[in-house]
């Protein structure tokens, strides 16, 4: 082990306290009954007190079939209800600014846009409420199912102190493209906050054969969630959103990180070969510009990141680095934990594998962060 | 065996059942469990992203709220424990994580007098 020994009961290097470390996908499970308190509508409010729950599950799957002991996937290391339990979770791990997200990860698959817009807002002011004065950043929720509904939250609470980003999903639903949501960014770049999209899949049925036909944990966060952080980061970059919102960041959660290296190629190749059909597109027709401004590749370097978790290392050093250039790591990647999922990516690798320079460790466990979110 | 390598790690009855301690002998990080009241001693980290061992069987935060209380487990019967970060599942007596036949350090362990020995 580099440096510092470490003791038995370490769950990181000792290290690892000496640097800053932000953690971009940390998970609060605030109880239920304590988010509908926050919920203002009194006819809302009574309908999210059903016994459906404010979120309720059409179809519940984790990774608890493929792992030991009837673990549920989602809570392997415990759950933090409180900035109290977040303070502890991330002291564990050497988690200097744990970046805290409310979860609720079926919520664009939920039925009632009120309901699930009463519920959006209502996170938000429990995190305003509970863990910002904690002094915890947070990222707001995004009720992106409803883009005037999105400019107004962000309009209300993205200036508010300890607010650094917005919260919303990629997955089986409209992509981002779509320019119905150019309202959003526009409010997006005007209070300067990144949109920061985790996955929101593996709820079932997913109503389509190939996504009712994985029957594997491996298939479904390992491929399916990268599949739609892909195609929803080349759906933004093809039909012009960067060329029209060019300080927009944008941030892919949970949706894997190595496959940058072939987005970045096989886009520009695709592109080339025939980018007529750039023009077509909405945005870019109204725009009245034949082509993007930029090669594809670029957009990836300078408005897209990717949180790590998790890190997934091939065994050779050498192969190890070959990818973190290709993928253009320095620029791009964000440290993530993950925590509580069965997906936990302490930064043990950042001081013991060799292909993480200082320049680079700095990079991804806070610098890209640091200039990502303002703080 | 000879008690010429064997070193107290441990106080007999120190450690529950489905408990684990970590200690280090020699620079060497060595996670002791107490399995049914026996006891087995591996290597503290596991190989997969060195995750401590000795963890195994800590309460999780809000763990009563969960569909399991601790992080990992000590698994009576076949003999093994799950890492507390991933589940990987490591046999006490083999040091062998089955799926992909890596391999931890497993040591000798015995109780004398009170004591619990391993053997280095």
Redesign the interface.
């Known amino acids: 082990m580099a440096g510092d020994s470490m003791a038995p009961e370490d769950e990181v290097p000792p290290q690892a306290y000496e640097d800053r470390i932000i953690d971009l996908d940390f998970h609060l499970t605030p109880p239920e009954d304590e988010i509908l308190k926050y919920v203002d509508d009194d006819r809302l409010y009574q309908k999210l007190t059903t016994e459906f729950g404010i979120a309720p599950v059409k179809g519940k799957w984790d990774a608890a079939y493929a792992i030991k002991d009837g673990n549920e996937g989602l809570y392997t290391q415990g759950r933090a209800e409180t900035a109290e339990d977040v303070r502890e979770a991330a002291e564990m791990f050497a988690i200097d600014e744990p970046i805290v997200n409310p979860g609720i990860n079926n919520m664009p698959s939920q039925h009632h846009p009120l309901l699930k817009t009463a519920v959006a807002k209502a996170c938000n002011d429990y995190l305003l409420d509970q863990v910002v004065p904690e002094d915890f950043y947070c990222l707001m929720m995004l009720p992106q199912w409803d883009p005037e509904d999105a400019v107004e939250e962000i309009e209300r609470v993205g200036d508010e102190d300890g607010i650094v980003g917005v919260y919303g999903w990629f997955g089986p639903f409209t992509m981002f493209g779509d320019e119905k949501y150019d309202l959003v960014f526009e409010a997006l770049t005007d209070n300067n906050l990144p949109l920061i999209l985790h996955g929101s899949l593996s709820f079932w049925p997913q109503q389509t054969p190939v996504g009712d036909n994985m029957i594997t944990w491996t298939e479904v966060l390992g491929f399916d969630w990268p599949i739609h952080a892909m195609l929803t980061t080349v759906n933004m970059i093809m039909t012009g959103v960067f060329d029209k919102f060019p300080d927009l960041d944008v941030v892919m959660q949970e949706g894997g990180h190595w496959w940058l290296p072939f987005v970045r190629y096989r886009m520009n190749e695709f592109y080339e070969m025939h980018p007529e059909d750039v023009q077509i597109t909405p945005r870019k027709f109204e725009m009245e510009e034949r082509y993007l401004n930029r090669r594809p590749s670029e957009y990836l370097r300078d408005n897209i990141y990717v949180c790590t978790q998790p890190m997934a290392l091939p065994d050779r050093t050498n192969e190890t680095e070959s990818l973190l250039d290709l993928s253009m790591a320095e620029d791009t990647f964000l440290y993530s934990s993950d925590w509580p999922h069965q997906t936990l990516d302490p930064a043990t690798w950042a001081y013991t594998n060799r292909a993480f320079d200082e320049n680079l460790k700095n990079s991804i466990l806070h610098e890209n962060a640091e200039e990502l979110l303002g703080i | 065996m000879s008690t010429d390598n064997f070193t107290k790690v441990a106080d007999e009855n120190e450690l529950k059942p489905g408990e684990g301690k ?3 002998i020699n ?1 060497i ?3 002791l469990f107490n399995v049914d009241s026996d006891y087995y001693a591996v290597s ?1 980290r596991c190989s997969h ?4 061992l ?2 195994v069987g800590e309460k ?4 009563e ?4 209380e601790q ?3 000590v698994d009576d019967e076949n003999i093994a424990i ?1 890492c507390p ?3 990987w ?1 490591w046999g006490l007596q083999s040091g062998e994580h089955e799926v992909t036949g890596q391999r931890i350090g497993s040591f000798d362990v015995k109780v004398e007098d009170g004591d619990i020995l391993v053997n280095l």
């Open positions: 970590g200690i280090e620079g990080e060595i996670a503290n992203q060195q995750a401590p000795c963890k999780k935060i809000n763990g709220k969960c569909w399991t992080r990992g487990s799950t970060w991933h589940l599942e």
